[in-house]
């Protein structure tokens, strides 16, 4: 209730400052429709929401494209494919897919160009939410199965540098697709307080 109050005053401020039709769509707006669509079952969107909802629903099917940011473009397509849009969400995979590479080692990984410390730019988060995407939206557990082992080759070769990019990593190597990458490669041992 309190997050779809917080879209309802963002939505009423674009409404005050008379720029509606302008692009409003951020990484937060993209977080925010990813997280509430876990949620759609549970806690329908209350009706006095319900306008603020679909004009950034709206907005992330037209503007996704100049969002520019994979992780939000990924919190879009699985927040649209779980409120029902079906062919925003594989325009957006196609998109992502178009611009990952493919290494026979290191799986497949996107050459981001700029290095950041923003969150919606964290490359571990990221790679776990294209698992995720890939998985729900796109259902390619080739591709699943790629962007693992290049998860994995990243806790090989350095580390995951926080406990969020560890606990995402972990959730999306364990809950998407098989678990072959994970027989296949050499052991990777991740220490999560006490237990490995």
């Excluded at 290494?103 to 950041?116: K, P, Q």
């Excluded at 995407?133 to 080739?142: G, I, L, M, S, W």
Aim: hydrophobic share 40%.
């Amino acid at each position: 209730s309190r997050l779809d109050g917080w879209i309802d005053r963002t939505y009423r401020d674009i409404l005050k400052a008379g720029n509606k039709d302008k692009n409003h769509l951020t990484s937060t707006v993209a977080l925010y429709l990813y997280g509430r669509s876990f949620f759609l079952q549970d806690k329908a969107i209350d009706a006095k929401h319900r306008e603020a909802v679909d004009y950034f629903l709206g907005q992330a099917k037209k503007y996704w494209l100049e969002l520019g940011v994979r992780q939000s473009q990924g919190h879009l397509a699985i927040a649209l494919n779980r409120f029902g849009d079906k062919e925003t969400p594989e325009a957006i995979m196609e998109s992502i897919r178009q611009r990952a590479v493919h290494d026979e080692e290191l799986g497949m990984f996107w050459r981001d160009l700029e290095v950041s410390w923003w969150w919606f730019r964290a490359p571990i988060e990221t790679q776990a939410l294209m698992i995720e995407a890939f998985e729900e939206v796109a259902h390619d557990a080739e591709a699943v199965e790629e962007c693992k082992v290049w998860l994995l080759k990243q806790k090989q070769t350095q580390d995951w540098k926080t406990t969020k990019a560890t606990a995402d990593a972990v959730y999306a190597l364990l809950l998407r697709g098989g678990v072959d990458v994970l027989a296949s490669s050499e052991l990777v041992t991740v220490q999560v307080g006490n237990a490995t």
